[in-house]
């Protein structure tokens, strides 16, 4: 996940809305149409490899076969889709040919046109940084765990005395108060109620696993730490590249995570400064269950499948829900190639709010990052909905 967990390189370096969250806002039908459109229609689409695609699909029927409980709750699943889960899951073992006739049989391919704009993609992922179990004089910049008087509010919910839109709250003796601000926090609100789960070199290292919501941390032993998200303070989030553009610091053109995050090491107090502009703060926990080969736990509750796993507006979209993506991806600042793959609806985030907005999961490490941080691209967004049952 990234802020409110998983949000995404691009968030740092693109123009987005600053929002304040997920709350109840207009239904699909008011913000896009669907048109229908059959699969021959979709460049690329006999050459994509659907058994790829098929099994990150397996992830997400097991989990609403299950019931299991997601991280940040989507759009109900219709019963459709849980019907074409199940068949699914009777035959996970599929090649290729039969995957892409799977997914011809049970959905049906529509184009999300919004009423205004158009499809935009950007790109996450999850970053690598060394750390310690222990503060000394290089590790220094704690990732806290989630604090005890922390009260995450429901989607479309709100509590008393708390403004409308803000996804947690406080808790005290004399009833509910909005969770402090990334400032107030750094700056030791939260006193004993959170304790360190580990200590990084950089601040910019923490805002970055912050705005990702997952990390692998590489401890002075040669293990590896991962953390994932556990919940956040409900304030809104605030682009620093955008506030970097608006400055004259940076271009948009040029700016890549590297350069993003070397600008943050080079100014410390004027990077301090900067990052408080974002007030969203997120908590973390030890993810020890994941095995190495495993992605970061996405919004819906199980790990993510680098290529494949694609976060959406869950306020929109149900988790699940196969997506086929048409635009370029990039390979360096100048340079592109197609992107026409079928990705599969498994996380989102607080920057990824439209019909028509996706973010790609990229996977883990260095090199993930850097391909994170050019995709923020023009895109056909194309929603495969379940066949009506007969």
Same mark, same amino acid.
């Given at each position: 996940?990234?802020?409110?967990?998983? =949000?995404?390189?691009? /968030?740092?370096?693109?123009?987005?809305?600053?929002?304040?969250?997920?709350?109840?806002?207009?239904?699909?039908?008011?913000?896009?149409?669907?048109?229908?459109?059959? !699969?021959?229609?979709?460049?690329?689409?006999?050459?994509?490899?659907?058994?790829?695609?098929?099994?990150?699909?397996?992830?997400? /029927?097991?989990?609403?076969?299950?019931?299991?409980?997601?991280?940040?709750?989507?759009?109900?699943?219709?019963?459709?889709?849980?019907? =074409? /889960?199940?068949?699914?899951?009777?035959?996970?073992?599929?090649? &290729?040919?039969?995957?892409?006739?799977?997914?011809?049989?049970?959905?049906?391919?529509?184009?999300?046109?919004?009423?205004?704009?158009?499809?935009?993609?950007?790109?996450?992922?999850?970053?690598?940084?060394?750390?310690?179990?222990?503060?000394?004089?290089?590790?220094?910049?704690?990732?806290?765990?989630?604090?005890?008087?922390?009260?995450?509010?429901?989607?479309?919910?709100?509590?008393?005395?708390?403004?409308?839109?803000?996804?947690?709250?406080?808790?005290?003796?004399?009833?509910?108060?909005?969770?402090?601000?990334?400032?107030?926090?750094?700056?030791?609100?939260?006193?004993?109620?959170?304790?360190?789960? =580990?200590?990084?070199?950089?601040?910019?290292?923490?805002?970055?696993?912050?705005?990702?919501?997952?990390?692998?941390?590489?401890?002075?032993?040669?293990?590896?730490?991962? =953390?994932?998200?556990?919940?956040?303070?409900?304030?809104?989030?605030?682009?620093?590249?955008?506030?970097?553009?608006?400055?004259?610091?940076?271009?948009?053109?040029?700016?890549?995570?590297?350069?993003?995050?070397?600008?943050? &090491?080079?100014?410390?107090?004027?990077?301090?400064?900067?990052?408080?502009?974002?007030?969203?703060?997120? !908590?973390?926990?030890?993810?020890?269950?994941?095995?190495?080969?495993?992605?970061?736990?996405?919004?819906?509750?199980?790990?993510?499948?680098?290529?494949?796993?694609?976060?959406?507006?869950?306020?929109?979209?149900?988790?699940?829900?196969?997506?086929?993506?048409?635009?370029?991806?990039?390979?360096?600042?100048?340079?592109?190639?197609?992107?026409?793959?079928?990705?599969?609806?498994?996380?989102?985030?607080?920057?990824?709010?439209?019909?028509?907005?996706?973010?790609?999961?990229?996977?883990?490490?260095?090199?993930?990052?850097?391909?994170?941080?050019?995709?923020?691209?023009?895109?056909?967004?194309?929603?495969?909905?379940?066949?009506?049952?007969?």
């Amino acid at each position: 996940m990234r802020d409110a967990g998983r =949000v995404l390189v691009a /968030c740092l370096l693109v123009w987005t809305l600053s929002m304040s969250g997920a709350a109840a806002g207009p239904a699909l039908k008011d913000l896009a149409r669907l048109e229908p459109l059959a !699969f021959e229609d979709l460049p690329g689409w006999e050459a994509d490899d659907h058994a790829a695609a098929f099994r990150a699909f397996l992830r997400s /029927c097991r989990a609403l076969e299950a019931a299991s409980a997601e991280l940040r709750p989507a759009q109900a699943p219709q019963g459709n889709l849980l019907a =074409v /889960c199940r068949e699914a899951l009777k035959t996970p073992e599929v090649g &290729k040919a039969e995957a892409k006739r799977f997914f011809e049989t049970h959905f049906q391919p529509h184009t999300v046109v919004p009423h205004s704009g158009g499809g935009f993609l950007t790109g996450y992922y999850e970053p690598e940084f060394q750390g310690s179990r222990t503060p000394d004089s290089t590790y220094r910049v704690p990732l806290l765990d989630r604090p005890q008087d922390l009260v995450t509010i429901p989607q479309g919910e709100t509590l008393p005395g708390i403004e409308k839109g803000f996804q947690a709250a406080r808790r005290t003796a004399n009833g509910y108060e909005p969770y402090p601000d990334r400032a107030a926090i750094e700056d030791g609100a939260l006193r004993d109620l959170a304790s360190p789960i =580990v200590f990084l070199r950089e601040p910019g290292e923490a805002f970055i696993i912050h705005v990702q919501g997952s990390a692998r941390i590489r401890l002075a032993d040669g293990s590896v730490m991962r =953390v994932a998200y556990a919940g956040r303070n409900g304030r809104p989030y605030t682009s620093i590249g955008r506030v970097l553009v608006q400055q004259g610091e940076m271009d948009l053109e040029s700016m890549t995570l590297a350069k993003l995050m070397g600008w943050l &090491k080079d100014h410390p107090e004027p990077a301090k400064a900067l990052m408080r502009k974002n007030e969203s703060y997120i !908590f973390f926990r030890e993810a020890a269950e994941l095995a190495p080969e495993d992605g970061p736990i996405g919004g819906a509750g199980h790990p993510l499948v680098p290529g494949r796993s694609l976060a959406v507006d869950r306020s929109l979209w149900a988790y699940g829900l196969p997506v086929w993506l048409d635009g370029r991806l990039p390979l360096t600042l100048d340079e592109a190639e197609p992107l026409q793959r079928l990705m599969i609806a498994q996380d989102t985030g607080s920057a990824i709010v439209g019909p028509a907005r996706g973010d790609f999961f990229f996977g883990s490490g260095e090199e993930a990052g850097r391909r994170a941080g050019l995709l923020r691209h023009s895109v056909r967004f194309v929603v495969l909905q379940p066949k009506p049952r007969s």
